[in-house]
T-cell receptor, first 111, second 117 residues
């Protein structure tokens, strides 16, 4: 079982709709990351959060550490928001560290 | 451009050939990561460097894979005797590491897409 589960896997919306992507994880973490990946591969970090809520433009991320759940919301969605959205947490182990990723949610926003 | 760069962006090779990818991290980032991503999946960890020291290597990496980071600057990832199953996007990321106990984000390069025929 993956340590990070995202839902839905695929999401199609009409321009202007409110979008919610969910992320659940099974281990204790200190912070969760939301990342955006456009076709072609480049990954951009959107948020890193350890509690509560963060907002950047039309993007809002929330997290409940106790319930091991986070959500990414997009208000007034636009076709340029079409991308894969990935959540991940940082694992520290024996002097090493790495991001552990979910499989991603592919969002398509139609005009 | 002061971001993470990777070369080449695309590589097509025949099975059995060796390939080498390069990653140039953001200047002064002491932490460097390699990840691999196959179609429809999230990235998976391959290896981690802190300065020039390779601190972890995933079990995903067989002995055909080797990574180096001489002098703690750029890094190379070599795959020997490539197999069709090696076809994937290879992503590099760098980070300045922790500052005052606060984790700093990882910055990703554009990736190298490998196709093994």
């Amino acid at each position: 079982k993956n340590e990070v589960e995202q839902s839905p896997q695929n999401l199609t919306a009409q321009e202007g709709e409110f979008i919610t992507i969910n992320c659940s994880y099974s281990v204790g973490i200190s912070a969760l990351h939301w990342l955006q990946q456009h076709p072609g591969g480049g990954i951009v970090s959107l948020f890193m959060l350890s509690s509560g809520k963060k907002k950047h433009g039309r993007l809002i991320a929330t997290i409940n550490i106790q319930e091991k759940h986070s959500s990414l919301h997009i208000t007034a969605s636009h076709p340029r928001d079409s991308a894969v959205y990935i959540c991940a947490f940082l694992r520290h182990q024996g002097g090493s560290e790495k991001l552990v990723f979910g499989k991603g949610t592919k969002l398509t926003v139609n005009p | 451009d002061t971001g993470v760069s990777q070369n080449p962006r695309h590589k097509i090779t025949k099975r059995g050939q060796n390939v080498t990818f390069r990653c140039d991290p953001i200047s002064e980032h002491n932490r460097l990561y390699w990840y691999r991503q196959t179609l429809g999946q999230g990235p998976e960890f391959l290896t981690y460097f802190q300065n020039e020291a390779q601190l972890e290597k995933s079990r995903l990496l067989s002995d055909r894979f080797s990574a180096e980071r001489p002098k703690g600057s750029f890094s190379t990832l070599e795959i020997q005797r490539t197999e069709q199953g090696d076809s994937a996007m290879y992503l590099c990321a760098s980070s300045p590491g922790t500052s005052g106990g606060i984790y700093n984000e990882q910055f990703f390069g554009p990736g190298t897409r490998l196709t093994v025929l």
